[in-house]
């Protein structure tokens, strides 16, 4: 089982990049948007790996840091949550902002995720309950940005256009940042789509 890559990117595609390591083999390696917006081709990577062996393929998943593997690993125990799933709430998502949601009982939260459905939103809540506190940190001193980059990356896994979403949050930071700043992902979200409409 491979546990660990480290190389080059060699191509970024829209849900997964080619890591080309130093023995010269090129795996591809399936990552969150996150990782995909903040690299390009020919930076170094660093990535913890989850491998899924199915008949047909071996599947590589990527994690920059290792809580999102760990976040990663306690989402696909959740019955009828596989792989792809998990990584799409942590493409919409942060490991603090997902534990809070489910330690808090707040499946609503989860709610607008591709390929995620409300049932299956109240399904992680219900039984990763009471299992992800130690991922919440005590002090978000980024929370604000934080929200802000998951409603970011939320709307652009959704098909929006980063441009047209970057202009919108300018456009409602300017005309109330006080309010802006004390607001959650999902209010941002709604905001931004009055804004794009």
Same mark, same amino acid.
């Given at each position: 089982?491979?546990?660990?890559?480290?190389?080059t *990117?060699?191509e970024?595609?829209?849900?997964? =990049?080619? &890591?080309?390591? $130093? $023995?010269?083999?090129?795996? %591809?390696?399936?990552?969150t948007?996150?990782? &995909?917006?903040?690299?390009?081709? %020919?930076?170094a990577?660093?990535?913890?790996?989850?491998?899924?062996? %199915?008949?047909?393929?071996?599947?590589?998943?990527?994690?920059?840091?290792?809580?999102? &593997?760990?976040?990663?690993e306690k989402?696909?125990?959740?019955?009828?949550?596989?792989?792809?799933?998990? &990584?799409?709430?942590?493409?919409?998502?942060?490991?603090?902002?997902?534990?809070?949601?489910?330690?808090? /009982?707040?499946?609503s939260?989860?709610? /607008?995720?591709? /390929?995620? /459905?409300?049932? $299956?939103?109240?399904?992680?809540? *219900?039984?990763?309950?009471?299992?992800l $506190?130690?991922? *919440?940190k005590a002090?978000?001193?980024?929370?604000?940005?934080?929200?802000?980059?998951?409603?970011?990356?939320?709307?652009?896994? =959704?098909?929006?256009?980063? %441009?047209?979403?970057?202009?919108?949050?300018?456009?409602?930071?300017?005309?109330?940042?006080? *309010?802006?700043?004390?607001?959650?992902?999902?209010e941002?979200i709604?905001?931004?789509?009055?804004?794009l409409?």
């Amino acid at each position: 089982m491979i546990g660990f890559l480290n190389g080059t *990117i060699i191509e970024i595609n829209e849900k997964s =990049l080619t &890591l080309l390591t $130093s $023995s010269g083999v090129g795996y %591809k390696v399936f990552t969150t948007l996150n990782t &995909l917006l903040s690299k390009n081709e %020919k930076d170094a990577l660093e990535v913890f790996i989850y491998t899924v062996v %199915k008949d047909d393929a071996i599947d590589l998943y990527g994690f920059v840091e290792k809580e999102e &593997l760990q976040m990663f690993e306690k989402l696909i125990t959740v019955s009828g949550i596989g792989p792809r799933s998990a &990584l799409n709430i942590l493409s919409v998502s942060n490991v603090n902002n997902i534990a809070l949601a489910v330690e808090n /009982g707040e499946a609503s939260l989860l709610s /607008g995720i591709p /390929g995620l /459905g409300k049932r $299956s939103c109240e399904k992680i809540v *219900i039984e990763l309950k009471g299992k992800l $506190s130690h991922f *919440i940190k005590a002090e978000m001193t980024t929370e604000d940005a934080s929200e802000e980059n998951d409603a970011k990356l939320a709307l652009i896994s =959704l098909g929006y256009n980063e %441009k047209d979403v970057n202009n919108a949050i300018k456009d409602i930071k300017q005309n109330n940042a006080q *309010i802006f700043n004390n607001m959650q992902a999902s209010e941002i979200i709604r905001e931004i789509l009055k804004d794009l409409r």
